[in-house]
Nanobody, 124 residues
Protein backbone atom coordinates (compact mmCIF):
# COMPACT_ATOMS: atom_id res chain seq x y z
CA UNK A 1 0.00 0.00 0.00
CA UNK A 2 1.18 3.55 -0.69
CA UNK A 3 0.40 6.25 1.85
CA UNK A 4 0.30 9.97 1.12
CA UNK A 5 0.04 12.32 4.09
CA UNK A 6 -1.05 15.92 3.75
CA UNK A 7 -2.44 18.82 5.72
CA UNK A 8 0.56 19.96 7.69
CA UNK A 9 1.53 23.58 8.01
CA UNK A 10 2.17 26.49 10.34
CA UNK A 11 -0.42 27.30 12.98
CA UNK A 12 -0.49 29.40 16.12
CA UNK A 13 -0.76 27.82 19.53
CA UNK A 14 -4.38 27.05 20.32
CA UNK A 15 -5.22 26.54 16.68
CA UNK A 16 -6.31 23.48 14.75
CA UNK A 17 -5.18 21.42 11.79
CA UNK A 18 -6.51 18.31 10.12
CA UNK A 19 -4.10 15.84 8.64
CA UNK A 20 -5.14 13.38 5.97
CA UNK A 21 -3.51 10.19 4.79
CA UNK A 22 -4.73 8.71 1.53
CA UNK A 23 -3.94 5.08 0.79
CA UNK A 24 -3.74 3.25 -2.49
CA UNK A 25 -3.14 -0.40 -3.22
CA UNK A 26 -4.65 -3.13 -1.09
CA UNK A 27 -8.07 -2.84 0.48
CA UNK A 28 -7.80 -0.01 2.97
CA UNK A 29 -10.09 -1.64 5.51
CA UNK A 30 -7.54 -4.45 5.87
CA UNK A 31 -5.16 -2.16 7.73
CA UNK A 32 -4.94 -0.90 11.24
CA UNK A 33 -3.89 2.74 10.81
CA UNK A 34 -1.75 4.89 13.01
CA UNK A 35 -0.25 8.35 13.29
CA UNK A 36 3.20 8.95 14.71
CA UNK A 37 5.37 12.02 15.02
CA UNK A 38 9.05 12.71 15.24
CA UNK A 39 11.32 15.63 16.00
CA UNK A 40 15.02 15.62 15.13
CA UNK A 41 17.11 13.74 17.65
CA UNK A 42 14.15 11.99 19.26
CA UNK A 43 12.46 8.66 18.77
CA UNK A 44 9.28 8.36 16.78
CA UNK A 45 6.35 8.92 19.12
CA UNK A 46 2.95 7.26 18.98
CA UNK A 47 0.12 9.74 18.47
CA UNK A 48 -3.03 7.80 17.64
CA UNK A 49 -4.29 4.59 16.07
CA UNK A 50 -7.57 3.23 14.82
CA UNK A 51 -8.86 -0.27 14.26
CA UNK A 52 -9.79 -1.64 10.86
CA UNK A 53 -13.47 -0.89 11.29
CA UNK A 54 -12.89 2.44 13.00
CA UNK A 55 -14.70 1.22 16.06
CA UNK A 56 -11.70 1.49 18.39
CA UNK A 57 -9.29 4.37 18.78
CA UNK A 58 -6.17 4.86 20.88
CA UNK A 59 -4.20 7.96 21.78
CA UNK A 60 -0.86 8.89 23.22
CA UNK A 61 -1.07 10.55 26.60
CA UNK A 62 0.27 13.84 25.30
CA UNK A 63 -2.55 14.28 22.77
CA UNK A 64 -5.47 12.64 24.54
CA UNK A 65 -8.47 14.94 24.61
CA UNK A 66 -7.06 17.25 21.91
CA UNK A 67 -6.57 15.00 18.87
CA UNK A 68 -9.10 12.75 17.15
CA UNK A 69 -8.31 9.98 14.70
CA UNK A 70 -10.93 8.79 12.24
CA UNK A 71 -11.09 6.90 8.99
CA UNK A 72 -13.26 6.67 5.92
CA UNK A 73 -12.80 3.24 4.41
CA UNK A 74 -14.82 4.18 1.34
CA UNK A 75 -12.31 6.96 0.62
CA UNK A 76 -9.27 4.95 1.77
CA UNK A 77 -8.30 7.82 4.01
CA UNK A 78 -7.41 8.26 7.66
CA UNK A 79 -7.59 11.63 9.37
CA UNK A 80 -6.06 13.26 12.40
CA UNK A 81 -7.97 16.26 13.73
CA UNK A 82 -5.66 18.27 15.94
CA UNK A 83 -7.15 20.90 18.24
CA UNK A 84 -5.70 23.12 20.95
CA UNK A 85 -2.28 22.76 19.41
CA UNK A 86 0.79 23.48 21.50
CA UNK A 87 4.34 24.35 20.45
CA UNK A 88 5.44 20.94 21.71
CA UNK A 89 3.23 19.36 19.04
CA UNK A 90 5.68 20.62 16.42
CA UNK A 91 6.99 17.59 14.54
CA UNK A 92 6.88 15.68 11.31
CA UNK A 93 3.74 13.57 11.39
CA UNK A 94 3.67 10.17 9.71
CA UNK A 95 0.78 7.90 8.93
CA UNK A 96 1.37 4.17 9.02
CA UNK A 97 -0.47 0.97 8.14
CA UNK A 98 -0.37 -2.35 9.95
CA UNK A 99 -1.37 -5.29 7.77
CA UNK A 100 -0.62 -8.26 10.04
CA UNK A 101 -1.66 -7.07 13.46
CA UNK A 102 -4.47 -8.71 15.34
CA UNK A 103 -4.85 -5.85 17.80
CA UNK A 104 -3.99 -2.18 17.56
CA UNK A 105 -0.42 -1.48 18.58
CA UNK A 106 1.40 1.71 19.54
CA UNK A 107 4.81 0.32 18.55
CA UNK A 108 6.24 1.79 15.33
CA UNK A 109 8.13 -1.35 14.34
CA UNK A 110 4.86 -3.26 14.08
CA UNK A 111 3.63 -1.08 11.24
CA UNK A 112 4.41 -2.31 7.75
CA UNK A 113 3.98 0.78 5.60
CA UNK A 114 4.72 4.46 6.16
CA UNK A 115 3.82 7.70 4.46
CA UNK A 116 6.36 10.37 3.65
CA UNK A 117 5.52 12.64 6.57
CA UNK A 118 3.99 16.09 6.79
CA UNK A 119 5.46 18.90 8.89
CA UNK A 120 3.37 20.56 11.57
CA UNK A 121 4.78 23.70 13.14
CA UNK A 122 3.02 25.34 16.07
CA UNK A 123 4.19 28.83 16.94
CA UNK A 124 3.88 30.28 20.42
Amino acid sequence: VQLQASGGGLVQAGGSLRLSCAASGRTFSSYIMGWFRQVPGKEREFVAAISRSGGSTYYGNSVKGRFTISRDNAKSTVYLQMNSLKPEDTAVYYCAADWKGVVVTTTPIMYDYWGQGTLVTVSS
